[in-house]
Nanobody, 113 residues
Framework: QVQLQESGPGLVKPSQTLSLTCTVSGAAITANGWCWGWIRQPPGAALEWMACITGSGTTYYSPTLKSRTSISRDTSKNQFTLQLNSVTPEDTAVYYC?????WGPGTQVTVSS
């Protein structure tokens, strides 16, 4: 069974960089056929796809977030990481990692001074 677990700070100050890590078990993030990614849901809003990274390391980004977003991976730990720069209160959301048809439980991130 594939399991994903998000980790990172629950509170970030405006203008800082948010870094979230997803730890995957039950599947290798280097396997072909999947794109391991991040999705977020601001309060009262729809889900928003942000970025993903394939088994070969190819990255894809949402056009609206590309200038502030970076996705990377640590294959030795079977983890992938999202960085979102210059955060504002509008980046407050529940952040999910997903891949291979599975989702993590999500982690609340609040941007506030």
């Amino acid at each position: 069974q594939v399991q994903l677990q998000e980790s990172g700070p629950g509170l970030v100050k405006p203008s800082q960089t948010l870094s979230l890590t997803c730890t995957v078990s039950g599947a290798a993030i280097t396997a072909n056929g999947w794109c391991w990614g991040w999705i977020r849901q601001p309060p009262g809003a729809a889900l928003e796809w942000m970025a993903c990274i394939t088994g070969s390391g190819t990255t894809y980004y949402s056009p609206t977030l590309k200038s502030r977003t970076s996705i990377s991976r640590d294959t030795s730990k079977n983890q992938f990481t999202l960085q979102l720069n210059s955060v504002t209160p509008e980046d407050t959301a529940v952040y999910y990692c997903a891949g291979a048809g599975y989702w993590g439980p999500g982690t609340q991130v609040t941007v506030s001074s």
